[in-house]
């Protein structure tokens, strides 16, 4: 005799199905603003132990917040302008330079002895990118300008974030009612400790890796060093796949010149690969995010299959905050059982 079964669905279990997709349809509409969110959050945990230590000095918070502004804008600035002035002199000569080395390029494939074909068809590769980058120019002016206006829209997002960070928590106390506020409070400062130490940790990643790129292009009479040191300190916030891509646009200025500079290019970048990963990462990240190096890689891939570029270097981070949710929830478990 066949048992039959029935499922019962409450109306209130329909209701939440919905109102949960709706949010999702939403949250996937508007994801620009909670992206920007999200980079403001990531800034405000990095800013906030300046804050809490001016606030224990006395000052007001709102004094607090203001000096660690003006501190962030001038440490900035004073960087800005004594790398600006020989990075725009650099930029110009290999702008006005530009057809020599697509000259000297052709050359050396036409001198090798790689097949007439494959020769035509590099030369064909070099040339169509050269000619497409001159012809996005405005496009890439364009970008600049979103950039900038992001950049601003986040500072903004940011300063108010360190304003109202106690009420953020009395809010989500509401929003989470049946959890007891001591919960949620670990929880927070755990987050915000975790964001604020890969921030500190990915900035001193960064400075250190393109000043260490820096003097070794230097040293090995590698044209536009400060250009593509910069590139190398930039490319460090995307992990593992980061610093291979920055080395690319060094090794071929090196090839151009010469393909035995251009080994030592090679060289140089792995001595620093090596470097980072034996004795600066340890030091700098030892408790910044604690990922493992496959969930890191599956992180990228999604983060940058969904939300392309942003997607993919704000992974880690929300793949931390993933991590510190996950474990204070298997804490909880294991005090209640």
């Known amino acids: 005799m066949k048992q039959s079964f029935t499922i019962e669905i409450s109306p209130k279990s329909v209701l939440i199905a919905i109102v949960t997709i709706l949010l999702f349809v939403v949250a996937w509409k508007i994801r620009s603003v909670l992206m920007g969110l999200f980079v403001a959050y990531i800034l405000m945990s990095g800013f906030a132990p300046l804050v809490d230590f001016l606030i224990k000095k006395g000052i007001n918070r709102s004094v ?12 900035v600035a004073l960087l800005l302008f004594s790398i600006i002035p020989p990075l725009i002199g650099q930029i110009k000569e290999f702008v006005l330079k530009t057809p020599l080395y697509y000259d000297s390029a052709i050359n050396i494939f036409q001198n090798s002895n790689l097949p007439v074909v494959t020769s035509e068809n590099i030369a064909n590769i070099i040339s169509s990118r050269i000619d497409g980058a001159l012809s996005n120019v405005l496009s890439v002016a364009m970008n600049v300008f979103s950039v900038f206006i992001s950049f601003i829209t ?65 040293i090995l009479g590698v044209p536009y060093a400060l250009p593509l040191a910069i590139i190398a300190g930039l490319f460090e916030i995307v992990p593992i796949i980061g610093p291979v891509l920055s080395s690319l646009p060094a090794i071929m200025v090196a090839f151009v010149h010469s393909p035995i500079l251009a080994i030592a290019v090679v060289a ?55 991590q510190v949710i996950f474990e204070d929830h298997l804490e909880h478990l294991r005090k209640e059982s």
Do not use: H
């Open 64 to 75: 607090a917040v203001a000096i660690t502004y003006i501190l962030a804008i001038g440490f």
């Open 154 to 218: 986040v500072a903004v997002f940011t300063f108010y974030l360190l304003l109202e960070r106690r009420r953020l928590k009395e809010e989500i106390y509401i929003i989470f009612p049946n959890v007891e506020k001591k919960r949620i409070t670990d929880l927070m400062e755990k987050i915000e400790k975790k964001l604020g130490s890969w921030l500190r940790g990915e900035l001193a990643l960064m400075f250190i890796v393109g000043s260490a790129t820096y003097i070794g292009l230097f």
């Open 268 to 322: 140089l970048y792995i001595l620093v690969q090596q470097l980072e990963n034996n004795f600066i990462v340890p030091r700098v990240m030892a408790n910044a995010v604690g990922l493992s190096p496959i969930i890191i890689i599956i992180s990228l891939l999604i983060g940058g299959s969904l939300f392309g570029l942003p997607g993919a270097l704000l992974a880690v981070p929300a793949a931390g905050i993933i």
